[in-house]
């Protein structure tokens, strides 16, 4: 059932695997930690019918799912002649973060939405400019209600990495299943992969539970 020699055999071309997840999931988490707030300052501060087409979009990001849209962008700027060639793993990272983006745009209205109307008030009776007010008093306060939960997100996007098999990617997931097709060894690879995930995932899942109740403690 276990053979230490495939084991040993595994874990490099696995850790070469890991390495496109955490490409993927690092870049995928800074484009969606700046797009989401993005997204979120332009649904408030932006004319009506601008703010529609953006809630349109993020509803169909949202709605539809991750490994359709990693496919349908893969094919259709990387996969057809003629068109610049994009790398797999660079359409992958965009794809993740846009993905992620729409529900941390979330998380971070509702961390503006928490501030209390009487911080915009006394930013207002200083005549601070609209920027300054946003950056220097409205801003860091979200941040702290919001910063667990785009943690939990990145975290996600972590344990969705697999998904870029569809677009031949090799992460992880992919490593394991070629070796243990190569090699007739599932059990090893995919024992380590699962143990790969959780070393690198439950640390990260416990530093945040910490940032949390750090900064639910000011």
Request: charged share 10%.
């Amino acid at each position: 059932m276990w053979n230490w020699e495939f084991a040993a055999e595994a874990l490099p071309i696995l850790l070469r695997g890991f390495v496109n997840t955490l490409i993927a999931t690092g870049v995928g988490t800074l484009i969606a930690v700046v797009l989401g707030l993005f997204i979120a300052v332009a649904i408030r501060g932006l004319p009506r019918w601008i703010n529609w087409l953006i809630r349109l979009l993020v509803a169909f990001v949202r709605n539809t799912p991750l490994i359709m849209q990693l496919m349908f962008v893969y094919f259709i700027f990387a996969g057809i002649p003629g068109l610049v060639n994009i790398p797999a793993l660079v359409v992958g990272f965009i794809v993740i973060g846009i993905h992620y983006s729409t529900y941390m745009s979330e998380s971070y209205r509702a961390g503006i939405d928490a501030v209390p109307p009487g911080q915009h008030e006394a930013a207002t009776a200083l005549s601070l400019p609209p920027v300054r007010k946003f950056t220097a008093v409205v801003l860091p306060q979200a941040l702290r209600a919001t910063v667990p939960s785009l943690g939990n997100y990145a975290v996600a996007m972590f344990k969705d990495t697999p998904f870029l098999f569809a677009i031949s990617v090799v992460e992880l997931v992919t490593s394991a299943q070629q070796f243990g097709a190569a090699k007739f060894a599932y059990t090893e690879a995919f024992t380590l992969a699962g143990i790969v995930f959780l070393a690198a995932s439950y640390p990260t899942s416990l530093l945040i539970q910490r940032l949390e109740k750090r900064l639910a403690s000011y």
